[in-house]
């Protein structure tokens, strides 16, 4: 352990979120002297994912609003001191944490805390995402089992009878001629619109939305295509856009890239999810194959500056009794941005598998792993409320497929905006769902346990802060969003190229051989293992 200290790292990376993550597998190949180390004592950071007993003393730490100062990013002077953690990750990202259990929890199935892993960003990832490209060209993806997202679906509040308020959004020419509640003349329009976005940004298609970039997209909808009410709900609920106001110029990229990443990998889905707690589990990979280059990594391992900095190195204490020194750092920012809006998330352990959400409704598609499931705004899909905000309720309905809960089960993560009746809204929603998705025989599921907590963003743009021969990198938190953002696979670039220096090549960045004692029958050019 003493040799450690004897020599300066290259850099020392600190915390395990995705980004940190991905920067070591980048690096795993750079023979450059790498530690990686985390306060927390569970890889993930901001991404992590939960057992029941890890959520607990989780929630311990974001229950209140106010936390003391963490790790974080430096602004973009030159002179600014360099701050490292002196307590495990405790930032003003994630706050007003709260978790409930249901008083007979054991009698109606919930079972031991391990039995479960709760994933603090369940984002889905498209098969288009550079996200996937990059994990086949490192080799990292043979290590991830990613499972197929199935139908996305829209509340419907004012549908006569509960088991019909689920309508399964079309994405594709059969989909659209086989709904039964979509009239002959709006199939036509709706045809016309997607056959439209698929090849939006060429030459011919241009000037059917040039000039109107910045309005909304349910007015382009209504103006350009008379597409109607509900379809008009179908279309923006692919967005998955949480204010519900996209624009024209992001909400027809976002459609494109859903309706691009159909078929990408088999019939029947456009994105997938990593198995056993969405990206956390490809951070732990990526981990794993920074330590097989030779990284070393220290979990549950504090930090404090060390009087002997300076301009040339940085030097630190470990809470292991340990002094090290590196002239780079990379860290993540956890101080919440003042302007920004934050989400209010609920995850629910149900105990139903709710089976009605992952049909196969492609011939030769994979049973589905994961639903969504959009409810237009936050009016009380029960009640009504015409004083609610307008804005959207998303939740991703996972099935134990997942390995997020045992099976019969499922559970549910639900977004919203945070507002002063967000919390309120997100259970009407959850409840809704449940009364909508039940089995047509035997009672309505019900919510064995639920995790409560708000997620704000840090300043969305990486930090840099250079001293000397000293740099500091910070990444930005991840976005809120329900779909895997590529933009911040950017900053990863952005690290590596600052650890790496003048010298680095960008055909190597991510792009690796199979290590030796590695088979390579395996066909790349299809992704089979990818699912």
Same mark, same amino acid.
């Given at each position: +352990?003493?040799s450690?200290?004897?020599?300066?790292?290259?850099?020392?990376?600190?915390?395990?979120? @995705?980004?940190?993550?991905?920067?070591? /597998?980048?690096?795993?190949?750079?023979?450059?002297?790498?530690?990686?180390?985390?306060?927390?004592?569970?890889?993930?950071?901001?991404?992590?994912?939960?057992?029941?007993?890890?959520?607990?003393?989780?929630?311990?730490?974001?229950?209140?609003?106010?936390? *003391?100062?963490?790790?974080? *990013?430096?602004?973009?002077?030159?002179?600014?001191?360099?701050?490292?953690?002196?307590?495990?990750?405790?930032?003003?990202?994630?706050?007003?944490?709260?978790?409930?259990?249901?008083?007979?929890?054991?009698?109606?199935?919930?079972?031991?805390?391990?039995?479960?892993?709760?994933?603090?960003?369940?984002?889905?990832?498209?098969?288009?995402?550079k996200l996937l490209?990059? @994990?086949?060209?490192?080799?990292?993806?043979?290590?991830?089992?990613?499972?197929?997202?199935?139908?996305?679906f829209?509340?419907?509040?004012?549908?006569?009878d509960?088991?019909?308020?689920?309508?399964?959004?079309?994405?594709?020419?059969?989909?659209?001629f086989? *709904?039964?509640?979509?009239?002959?003349?709006s199939?036509?329009?709706? +045809?016309?619109? @997607?056959?439209?976005?698929?090849?939006? %940004?060429s030459?011919?298609?241009?000037?059917?939305?040039?000039?109107?970039?910045?309005?909304?997209?349910?007015?382009?909808?209504?103006?350009?295509f008379? @597409?109607?009410? %509900?379809?008009?709900?179908?279309?923006?609920?692919?967005?998955?856009?949480?204010?519900?106001?996209?624009?024209?110029?992001?909400?027809?990229a976002?459609?494109?890239?859903?309706?691009?990443? +159909?078929g990408?990998?088999?019939?029947?889905?456009?994105?997938?999810?990593?198995?056993?707690?969405?990206?956390?589990?490809?951070?732990?990979?990526?981990?794993?194959?920074?330590?097989?280059?030779?990284?070393?990594?220290?979990?549950?391992?504090k930090?404090?500056?060390?009087?002997?900095?300076?301009?040339?190195?940085?030097?630190?204490?470990?809470?292991?009794?340990?002094?090290?020194?590196?002239?780079?750092?990379?860290?993540?920012?956890?101080?919440?941005?003042?302007?920004?809006?934050?989400?209010?998330?609920?995850?629910?352990?149900? %105990?139903?598998?709710?089976?009605?959400?992952?049909?196969?409704?492609?011939?030769?598609?994979?049973?589905?792993?994961?639903?969504?499931?959009?409810?237009?705004?936050?009016t009380?899909?029960?009640?009504?409320?015409?004083?609610?905000?307008?804005?959207?309720?998303?939740?991703?309905?996972?099935?134990?497929?997942t390995?997020e809960?045992?099976?019969?089960?499922?559970?549910?993560?639900l977004?919203?905006?945070?507002?002063?009746?967000?919390?309120?809204?997100?259970?009407?929603?959850?409840?809704?769902?449940?009364?909508?998705?039940?089995?047509?025989?035997?009672?309505?599921p019900?919510? /064995?346990?639920?995790?409560?907590?708000?997620?704000?963003?840090?300043?969305?743009?990486?930090?840099?802060?250079?001293?000397?021969?000293?740099?500091?990198?910070?990444?930005?938190?991840?976005?809120? %969003?329900l779909?895997?953002?590529?933009?911040?696979?950017?900053?990863?670039?952005?690290?590596w190229?600052?650890?790496?220096?003048?010298?680095?090549?960008?055909?190597?960045?991510?792009?690796?051989?199979?290590?030796?004692?590695?088979?390579?029958?395996?066909?790349?050019?299809?992704y089979?293992?990818?699912?």
């Amino acid at each position: +352990m003493e040799s450690l200290g004897d020599e300066p790292w290259d850099v020392v990376i600190c915390g395990t979120g @995705l980004q940190q993550s991905l920067l070591a /597998l980048a690096l795993s190949r750079s023979k450059k002297r790498i530690l990686h180390i985390d306060p927390n004592d569970y890889y993930g950071e901001h991404e992590a994912a939960f057992s029941l007993q890890e959520a607990d003393s989780w929630i311990a730490v974001h229950a209140e609003g106010e936390v *003391a100062q963490d790790l974080n *990013a430096e602004d973009s002077s030159t002179t600014r001191e360099v701050k490292v953690p002196t307590h495990p990750s405790k930032s003003t990202i994630f706050k007003n944490a709260s978790a409930w259990k249901h008083p007979q929890a054991a009698d109606h199935g919930l079972s031991f805390p391990r039995a479960y892993s709760l994933a603090l960003a369940p984002q889905i990832i498209h098969t288009r995402s550079k996200l996937l490209e990059q @994990l086949v060209s490192s080799r990292a993806y043979k290590q991830v089992e990613f499972l197929a997202v199935g139908s996305f679906f829209v509340f419907d509040a004012d549908a006569d009878d509960a088991t019909s308020k689920l309508a399964r959004i079309p994405s594709s020419r059969e989909d659209v001629f086989s *709904a039964k509640s979509i009239p002959a003349r709006s199939k036509r329009s709706l +045809m016309k619109f @997607l056959k439209f976005v698929i090849d939006y %940004n060429s030459e011919e298609q241009r000037h059917v939305w040039q000039g109107h970039e910045h309005i909304f997209l349910s007015e382009f909808l209504t103006t350009c295509f008379k @597409l109607d009410e %509900n379809l008009r709900k179908y279309i923006l609920a692919l967005t998955l856009t949480l204010d519900g106001r996209v624009t024209v110029v992001d909400g027809l990229a976002i459609i494109h890239r859903h309706l691009t990443s +159909m078929g990408q990998f088999g019939p029947g889905f456009c994105a997938v999810y990593p198995k056993w707690g969405g990206l956390s589990e490809i951070a732990q990979v990526a981990c794993r194959a920074g330590a097989v280059g030779g990284g070393i990594y220290m979990l549950d391992t504090k930090v404090e500056n060390d009087s002997d900095s300076n301009t040339d190195e940085l030097s630190f204490k470990l809470s292991n009794g340990l002094s090290v020194r590196t002239t780079r750092l990379v860290t993540s920012q956890s101080e919440a941005a003042s302007d920004t809006q934050s989400v209010t998330r609920l995850i629910a352990v149900v %105990n139903s598998p709710l089976q009605t959400l992952f049909e196969v409704v492609v011939e030769g598609a994979p049973t589905p792993a994961v639903a969504v499931v959009a409810f237009p705004n936050t009016t009380s899909p029960e009640h009504g409320d015409s004083t609610s905000p307008k804005t959207p309720i998303y939740a991703l309905v996972h099935s134990s497929e997942t390995g997020e809960c045992p099976t019969g089960q499922s559970v549910v993560y639900l977004t919203a905006l945070t507002a002063p009746q967000s919390a309120q809204q997100l259970e009407s929603a959850l409840s809704a769902l449940l009364t909508a998705a039940a089995p047509t025989v035997g009672p309505t599921p019900i919510c /064995l346990y639920k995790l409560q907590y708000e997620q704000s963003l840090s300043p969305q743009e990486s930090s840099i802060s250079t001293r000397g021969g000293v740099s500091t990198f910070a990444f930005p938190s991840p976005s809120p %969003n329900l779909a895997f953002d590529d933009r911040c696979l950017d900053s990863v670039k952005d690290a590596w190229k600052l650890v790496v220096g003048d010298h680095y090549q960008e055909a190597e960045y991510m792009v690796f051989q199979e290590r030796n004692g590695v088979g390579d029958d395996d066909d790349d050019d299809t992704y089979d293992q990818m699912l």
